[in-house]
Each structure stands twice: as structure tokens, then as C-alpha cells.
């Protein structure tokens, strides 16, 4: 089985990359923006024209929430425009679509977690862009999964995880915003799931909502990290309510697992765990 990975230069592409020699049985073409740019027409053409692929999972994305603000036009280009097209070439050549999307398609302003059949509502550009990526998906495929995730890190890239690793160990003062909850996911587990998802080739396609379980605010997700590392008494670390930013972020954006373990069958590991976990990994050099 040949298996497209595009963005494989992100933090989900290299811990795709990590876990994929226990998949003996997958073929797997790992490309980044370098190699394969999905937002060129031509290139995409060429591309799947001469290979027989699959499945592809679609990790490339415009995701800087910031900037997005302000470079509207290239994150349409990116997480609407090309996924369209990616869409148009699965289609052509038979190949099954996982795409990454993000809780950030939700407003935030319901008080329990979002099922897949929550009405959405974005409320920055970046979620605008995915939403319409979503979209664009639907309308051309049927045989795909969307994956919507939540507050991604690992020890590849740069992320909340890294940036608080970072300036703990050079001192600096943390200030912490406590006013959006949400549920931080390893982007190992999310890797894993998306490779076992592979390897069953279910046909049970669609909308699937995943993200570690439980929740947090990112100054709970801070205070573990330093608390696990044995720097939360050396590190000022404070909370704050308001912290401001160009782009509104949904206040409350937490995911329901429920469909993805019935389905599926497996067992989503809670936040505080799997980050425990991620901290002990033996080849973890900080």
C-alpha cells in the first residue's frame, strides 16, 4: 500500500515519519513543501499521474492563527484552494483523502465538548480557511476522513510545548492565559491513530473528532510541563485571564471522542498521560 504524506516537514509529517518503519507493509512517499507544492495545479497533476497512490494524508496547512489575520489570501491559498485541488486528484486517481483539520472551525461558545454534528462557526481566518477546506473535501470525495484536532504539539517544531522547554531553561518569566480551554494532543497519538486508521481500511468515512481527552487551559498545560521537568520552582510562572492577540480564539473548544472510539475501537489517551509520557520517552534530550 503507497501512501502520500504531504507537509511531512511539519511536526504531524516527521511523527508520521517516527512511527512509520512499524508499518512493514506501507510504501510511504514523505513529502514537504520543498518536493511537492500542493498549491501547484500542474505539480499535483504531475505527481499523481505517475504514482499509484492510496491513501494520501494531507498535513500541509497554513496554521500560523497570527498572521493568518493578516495574510488572508495565502491561507485561503493554502488550507481552502490547494485542498480543493488535492481533493480533484484523489478523486481522479482513486485515492483515499485523510485530511487534518482543526477545533478551530467551532466559535466556543458551547459549554460542553463538540461532536461532529455541532453546528460550526469560525470566528479567526484560520478556521475560516479550514472550514472551507472542510468544504471543499465533501463536495468532491466521498471516500475520506476528516480529522479534527486540537492544540497539536511534540518535540518536533516549534509549538507551546517546545516554546515553554525553551524559555523555561533560559529563565525567562511565563505569563500564562487561563481564558480558553481546550484539550493539548500529542501529535504522536494523533500519528499512531492515523496509521492504524490506514492499515484497517475501514470504509467507515466521514467527519472524526480527535484530540487527547480531558481538558485544560494553557496554563495548566505550562504548569505540567515545568512541574514534570522540575522547573515549576525555578521558572515564574503566572496566570492571566486576558492575553491579548490579532486573532479571536474560541473560548472553549474542547472535542468529543466518542465517535472516533465506538467506531474505531480504540482508546484515546488523556492529555496529562500522554504528555507525561512524551516527557519519559528515553530519546527525549530536552
Not at 123 to 129: A, F, L, P, Q, R
Not at 151 to 158: I, M
Not at 180 to 193: E, M, V
Not at 219 to 241: C, G, P, S
Request: hydrophobic share 35%.
Amino acid at each position: 500500500m503507497r501512501i502520500l504524506v504531504t507537509g511531512a516537514n511539519g511536526q504531524l509529517g516527521k511523527c508520521l515519519q517516527k512511527h512509520a518503519d512499524k508499518f512493514q507493509d506501507f510504501e510511504f512517499l514523505f513529502e514537504s513543501s520543498q518536493t511537492l507544492d500542493i498549491t501547484s495545479h500542474e505539480q499535483l497533476g504531475t505527481y499523481f499521474s505517475s504514482k499509484k497512490i492510496d491513501y494520501c494524508v494531507n498535513c500541509a496547512a497554513y496554521t500560523n492563527v497570527e498572521a493568518a489575520e493578516e495574510e488572508k489570501d495565502l491561507a485561503f491559498q493554502v488550507n481552502t484552494e490547494a485542498v480543493e485541488s488535492l481533493s480533484k486528484q484523489c478523486k481522479a486517481s482513486h485515492t483515499k483523502l485523510i485530511h487534518i483539520s482543526t477545533d478551530y472551525v467551532f466559535d466556543g461558545l458551547k459549554l460542553s465538548p463538540y461532536s461532529e454534528t455541532d453546528s460550526v462557526n469560525p470566528i479567526n481566518v484560520y478556521g475560516d480557511s479550514k472550514l472551507q477546506g472542510e468544504a471543499m473535501i465533501s463536495e468532491h470525495l466521498e471516500h475520506y476522513f476528516i480529522l479534527r484536532t486540537s492544540w497539536l504539539y511534540s518535540e518536533f517544531g516549534h509549538n507551546f510545548f517546545n516554546t515553554i522547554l525553551k524559555k523555561a531553561n533560559e529563565g525567562a518569566a511565563l505569563n500564562i492565559t487561563t481564558e480558553q480551554i481546550g484539550t493539548p494532543t500529542n501529535a504522536n497519538d494523533l500519528a499512531r491513530f492515523i496509521l492504524n486508521l490506514i492499515q484497517s481500511q475501514s470504509d467507515a468515512f466521514g467527519f472524526y473528532h480527535y484530540s487527547n481527552t480531558g481538558e485544560a487551559t494553557w496554563y495548566d498545560f505550562a504548569r505540567l510541563i515545568l512541574e514534570e521537568q522540575q522547573l515549576d520552582k525555578e521558572v515564574n510562572l503566572k496566570a492571566t485571564y486576558s492575553y491579548p492577540t490579532k486573532a479571536k480564539r474560541p473560548k472553549f473548544s474542547v472535542l468529543d471522542k466518542s465517535k472516533v472510539e465506538e467506531i474505531f475501537k480504540c482508546k484515546v489517551p488523556h492529555w496529562r498521560e500522554s504528555l507525561v509520557g512524551l516527557l519519559k520517552e528515553e530519546e527525549w534530550t530536552g
